[in-house]
């Protein structure tokens, strides 16, 4: 079955464009997670859904996040406007009800915002 | 605050010996522990899964959980140049249903020929 799918890969935006991420959860997952990380503060949790409903968005970092399950297979995570500061790899991850937890990660995708 | 520590390492050991890396956990509710393997430039992998005290072995992986100590390992043996890596530590919590993980800031491995 295939992973957790990400796109773009790269993303490369000026400052105060709008920029979305995309994330399709391994088939049958019920729960998405979306990640940030950078070097300086690691793997952050930013916000995640069970069966597309948002259940937890504590991590989303201020209102120029925001993040959108429309259906079981897509999650976009949208930042609007974009700073330098958002310069980070943002993963997306995937689990069941029934996997003990276990979280599994997509590729990623690495922001560049100048 | 949940927190979950580990040295950053890094930690350097020759090819064909056992690398030990180790993470404490804040929260004594937390159930489940993972052990994560990033290489540079590439996502989080699953390697190991251990939810009850004791050993778990997997191939050359064994996971160590003391949930009295709030402490949990992971042996690598027979370490080799491809283990090189960062490694880090996830914990669950009662926070929203346990699914939410918080990591470590990870362990750097460094394994020489």
Known sequence: DAGVIQSPRHEVTEMGQEVTLRCKPISGHDYLFWYRQTMMRGLELLIYFNNNVPIDDSGMPEDRFSAKMPNASFSTLKIQPSEPRDSAVYFCASSWDGSSYEQYFGPGTRLTVT | ?113
């Open chain 2, 1 to 113: 605050q949940k927190e979950v520590e580990q040295n950053s390492g890094p930690l350097s050991v020759p090819e064909g010996a056992i690398a030990s890396l180790n993470c404490t956990y804040s929260d004594r509710v937390s159930q489940s522990f993972f052990w994560y393997r990033q290489y540079s430039g590439k996502s989080p992998e699953l390697i190991m899964s251990i939810y009850s005290n004791g050993d778990k072995e997997d191939g050359r992986f064994t996971a160590q959980l003391n949930k009295a100590s709030q402490y949990v390992s992971l042996l690598i043996r027979d370490s080799q140049p491809s283990d090189s890596a960062t490694y880090l530590c996830a914990v669950n919590g009662a926070d929203t249903g346990f699914q939410k993980l918080v990591f470590g800031t990870g362990t750097r491995l460094l394994v020489s020929p």
